[in-house]
């Protein structure tokens, strides 16, 4: 039987919110440079904690959910 039965279980097994750059890059499979363009350009949203900058989880998901599902 696993350590942790339920995502949510305890802190550190929490479905996470919103990422940093690096994180969020990573969570979609794209650099962060081209995570970067991809908030210029206005595709994906920014918000700030203090001046942290993070990206919403359901931002990601709404990005990718808008994204081609074949190539054109």
Same mark, same amino acid.
């Given at each position: ?12 097994? =929490?479905? *996470?919110?919103?990422?940093?750059? $690096?994180?969020?890059? @990573? ?17 994906? =949203?920014? *918000?700030?904690?203090?001046?942290? $900058?993070?990206?919403? @989880? ?15």
């Amino acid at each position: 039987m696993p350590h942790h039965p339920q995502a949510d279980c305890c802190p550190c097994h =929490a479905t *996470k919110l919103a990422y940093t750059y $690096p994180e969020a890059a @990573a969570a979609v499979g794209v650099s962060v440079r081209t995570l970067q363009r991809l908030v210029e350009r206005g595709d994906i =949203a920014v *918000k700030y904690i203090g001046s942290k $900058p993070v990206i919403q @989880a359901k931002e990601l998901d709404a990005w990718l959910d808008a994204l081609p599902s074949e190539l054109g």
